[in-house]
């Protein structure tokens, strides 16, 4: 499916000689792409940056500051935003896509938390039945083209997983990070965080 995603982010990337480079190529795509919304209330950038504002206010590590940065890359890359009509109706799981496509530049202990976001949300929910409510009409859009609830077989699963707790971390920062009212610092804030986590 990667082959069906936006190549000249990656082709950009590949052509950069220095990790600088590479985040700064990394940095104008989500700024130059990340205008369209995805939620109800903030475009994708504006989230991004929140949601990396928000790892990096409560003292956590490079690498979740990143993630949290390029969770949703997956939705610039295959162009899924709400200006399409055809918005939400199919699961084009954007956090394996971002995963794949960046793992050539990054740890597992960046992309894991990315890769695993969308699971989070169906694992809190799932053991947390009164934060679904919390959750914003798009999530809960989402939430139901994405599975849904988990079987208790698919929850022990997810608890398998390296770094499944990051990916709840994360989540949390992903739905807190939807606030039309707010102002943070830009993306180039966490350029050095970048640049640490690059291979």
Known sequence: MINQLDQSLKIAL??????????DILFSYITENGQTNYDEMVTQ???????????KNEGFSDEMVTAALLHDLGHLLADENDNHDD??????NHEELAAAYLKEYFSDTVLDPIRLHVNAKRYIC???????????EASKRSFAVQGGFMSETEVAEFEQEVHYKE??????????????EITVPPIETYRSEAVR???
Not at 14 to 23: G, Q
Not at 171 to 176: G, L, P
Request: aromatic share 10%; net charge negative; proline share 0%.
């Open 87 to 92: 918005f939400l109706e199919e699961d084009l």
């Open 197 to 199: 986590c690059m291979l």
């Open 167 to 180: 990916a709840v971390t994360l989540r949390h920062w992903d739905d807190k990070a939807k606030q039309s």
């Open 126 to 136: 799932t053991t947390d039945r009164a934060y679904y409510d919390t959750l914003s």
């Open 14 to 23: 590949d052509k950069a000689a220095t990790k600088e480079e590479k985040v």
């Open 45 to 55: 950038y504006q989230h991004a940056v929140q949601a990396a504002f928000l790892a």
